[in-house]
């Protein structure tokens, strides 16, 4: 991992990190087949152990008081979860590894789902290799994002526009699966070629449909519960706790469809992957939920959570929409957000109610709240989109809102 001074604020943005990429890498494993791809969740997994005793060491250390301790309690309780996620990131890679089976039809589904992770490794004579990241634009001709750089000096997740590229670095990038041939070809590597797709089941259908939403839901809690807590949101908190709930039942809808198609087929032993990978998504929103359960029920967040998930490679940001804006009416697939300045809307809050996932068609108005994750490095092109400039508050080392 980056070479960073061993401090709780750095190490626990290098855990959530951490975390985060090996759930995306364990679902492009699923989505390629890819052993490879697999294999590199393994390893993450080996930095994320360290992390996270380190971590846990420091906040046994960092306590002075017995009244400093239910706040470092609250650390040791997001440190926990943050652990759970990664372990929950190596059961789905273990269904490829461990070739538990995955009919094709869930990925022929993957395919349609609005983001992808995707490894593909820089070649000698490519147009990316001894490029800067700033130079290839590569979230304007693909739509994809580095997350990570794999080189001779081991993991970067920090990268920026600055980061050259050289051959033999593996990239681990995020977007539309569309953008992946792109990239492929920008890094002469070969094109992929995807299982085809199989007789689909009408039951088995449904509870792969049901699979794709909980995967998706849960990558939506664990990115409310990190804003929950950066802004000490109780709605934020409670709408996670919501999410938790939907997935615990669509769980349990996901096995009844998963045994009814059991006695459809000759061979049921690829539906053991569908059971797997469901039991990873629910815990991954039982870990969200675990991390927030505190900010719900209005309790302290420790300083040192707010700070360390600001530093973390994506940064949250909360803005409101000016009245005057251009994305004032503006659909979200509209604004492009996603491409210039990198950000994922996660929820969109009109008066007291939060719409968490919200689609390319929700339109905004004056007045939204629209709370996002995205590179520190865009936030002040993000605001302006919504009307504001941001200024640096030098005490609170934050950042105020000023209208434009």
């Not at 789902?113 to 990316?128: F, L």
């Not at 977007?175 to 070629?193: F, K, M, N, Q, S």
């Not at 659909?331 to 939060?354: C, E």
């Amino acid at each position: 991992m980056d070479d960073k001074p061993r401090n709780l604020r750095t190490l626990l943005a290098d855990a959530k990190d951490t975390s985060e990429l090996m759930v995306d890498l364990a679902y492009a494993a699923v989505y390629f087949g890819d052993p490879e791809m697999a294999d590199e969740v393994r390893d993450l997994e080996s930095v994320l152990t360290v992390l996270v005793a380190d971590m846990r060491s420091l906040a046994v250390l960092g306590v002075r008081h017995p009244r400093e301790a239910p706040g470092m309690g609250r650390v040791l309780q997001v440190i926990s979860a943050i652990e759970r996620i990664g372990n929950d990131a190596v059961n789905i890679a273990r269904t490829v590894t461990n070739d538990l089976g995955i009919p094709a039809h869930l990925v022929e589904e993957l395919r349609d789902a609005e983001e992808v992770s995707h490894r593909v490794v820089v070649a000698e004579s490519s147009a990316m290799a001894h490029h800067t990241l700033l130079d290839l634009e590569l979230p304007v001709h693909s739509g994809m994002r580095i997350l990570a750089v794999r080189g001779g000096d081991g993991w970067t997740t920090n990268v920026s526009g600055e980061t050259i590229l050289v051959p033999g670095d593996v990239l681990f990038v995020e977007g539309p699966p569309a953008g992946i041939p792109t990239v492929r070809d920008l890094a002469g590597a070969p094109p992929r070629e995807l299982p085809s797709d199989s007789e689909p089941i009408e039951e088995l259908d449904r509870a792969i449909d049901i699979l794709i939403e909980m995967k998706n839901l849960s990558e939506a809690a664990v990115g409310l519960a990190y804003s929950a807590l950066v802004l000490g949101d109780r709605g934020l908190a409670a709408e996670v706790r919501h999410l938790e709930t939907r997935l615990d039942d669509m769980h349990d809808r996901l096995e009844t469809w998963v045994l009814r198609a059991a006695g459809s087929i000759s061979e049921p032993s690829p539906l053991r992957g569908l059971l797997h990978l469901a039991a990873a998504s629910e815990d991954i929103g039982d870990q969200a939920s675990a991390m927030v359960m505190f900010v719900e029920n209005g309790e302290e967040v420790h300083p040192v959570l707010g700070v360390a998930l600001a530093d973390a490679d994506e940064v949250v940001l909360r803005v409101p929409v000016a009245d005057g804006c251009s994305a004032v009416g503006s659909r979200l697939a509209d604004l492009k957000l996603d491409v210039a300045p990198g950000y994922i809307v996660l929820a969109i809050k009109t008066g007291t109610t939060y719409r968490h996932r919200p689609t390319g068609r929700d339109r905004l108005a004056v007045g939204d709240e629209v709370i996002a994750s995205g590179p520190d490095e865009g936030r002040e092109q993000f605001a302006e989109v919504f009307g504001w400039r941001l200024v640096a508050d030098e005490d609170a080392g934050d950042h105020e809102l000023a209208a434009l």
